[in-house]
């Protein structure tokens, strides 16, 4: 288990094909950890460091793919974090692709009459370049309703596997693609990645949550052996 940051400062350039993730949100995250800031802005500003530093291991053909949901301050109004994410990765240089809305099966109650209940997810793209290509066949469409994960994930977090396998298909990554997820979780993306017969990396600070990302990736790899 290593730290994203470093871990991903330590890769040489363009060694990645896609990276699909989804990272803590703000209020979230373990003291000293992402998602702990004093301040949303001070969170915005730690998530696009990291991102920055996966961009520059990204291939000019590859795509970073951002799963990230917005949080509402005490009175309920919206502090647009994934907008300002977007906004921040762009003054960096960095190319917005477009955005996918995850459609989910349920909305998000809310406890206000003057709040919306949301039954929807942002996955924005990013990329390096305008030299990448989605997959051709079917096109890859903007709205998405996915496979829901399982209520079990150890990690807690509502990732289901369709996310990053329709993040690999989509972005057409070749059979010898490196898939990185800089914030590992239980491992839902290498599990992803090797069903999809593409190569994986991944980060976790957690160190439970590394040894079983390791372990749910081994049994995938015991499923595929003939």
């Not at 363009?14 to 800031?37: F, H, I, M, N, Y």
């Not at 990765?89 to 692709?97: A, E, K, N, V």
């Not at 509502?158 to 010898?176: S, V, W």
Request: proline content about 7%; charged content about 20%.
């Amino acid at each position: 288990n290593v730290d994203c940051l470093l871990g991903l400062q330590q890769l040489p350039s363009e060694c990645l094909d896609v990276v699909v993730t989804a990272p803590p949100c703000w209020g979230q995250g373990k003291r000293g950890w992402l998602g702990s800031e004093p301040a949303a802005l001070h969170y915005v500003d730690n998530l696009t460091k990291i991102l920055a530093a996966a961009m520059r291991c990204l291939k000019s053909s590859g795509t970073l793919w951002l799963s990230i949901a917005d949080i509402c301050n005490s009175q309920g109004s919206l502090r647009a974090i994934p907008h300002r994410v977007v906004l921040a990765m762009c003054d960096l240089g960095f190319l917005f692709r477009g955005e996918v809305i995850w459609k989910k099966s349920q909305a998000a109650p809310r406890g206000r009459r003057s709040q919306l209940h949301y039954g929807h997810e942002g996955i924005y793209i990013f990329a390096r370049s305008e030299r990448h290509f989605f997959r051709k066949k079917p096109p890859v469409g903007s709205v998405w309703e996915l496979v829901p994960a399982a209520n079990d994930n150890p990690d807690g977090a509502a990732f289901p596997l369709d996310l990053p396998l329709r993040c690999i298909y989509g972005a057409d990554a070749p059979r010898d693609a490196v898939v990185c997820d800089p914030f590992m979780g239980s491992g839902t993306t290498g599990m992803a990645a090797q069903m999809s017969d593409r190569a994986y990396l991944g980060f976790e600070l957690d160190p439970e949550l590394c040894t079983l990302a390791n372990k749910l990736a081994g049994r995938v790899g015991e499923r595929q052996r003939p």
